[in-house]
C-alpha cells in the first residue's frame, strides 16, 4: 500500500491509519473465535469405523490435487 502513495508526508499518514485500524481486527480472531466455537479445525476425517466422511467435492480436489503432486 505504500508503493501506491507518491507524497511521502501522505503515505506515512495513510499507512499510520492503516495500522491502528488493522490493530482494531486483531482481538477477534485470536480472543473471540476461539470462544465461540469448540475447535477452528474441522471434524476428523477419518471416523472409528474407518470410513472417510468428507463431502465429495472436497475429497475429489484433494484426489485431484494429490495426483498431480506426483
Given amino acids: 500500500m505504500r508503493a501506491a502513495v507518491a507524497d511521502e508526508k501522505v503515505r506515512a499518514k495513510v499507512s499510520a491509519v492503516y495500522s491502528l485500524l488493522s490493530v482494531l481486527t486483531v482481538p ?3 480472543f473471540i473465535l476461539p470462544r465461540m466455537y469448540f ?3 474441522p ?3 477419518l471416523n ?3 470410513r472417510v466422511e468428507m463431502d465429495a467435492v472436497v475429497l ?3 484426489i485431484a ?3 498431480m503432486r506426483r
Fill in 65 to 67: 490435487a494429490e495426483l
Fill in 28 to 30: 477477534f480472531p485470536v
Fill in 60 to 62: 475429489i480436489v484433494l
Fill in 48 to 50: 472409528s469405523a474407518g
Fill in 39 to 41: 475447535s477452528l479445525h
Fill in 43 to 45: 471434524s476428523p476425517v
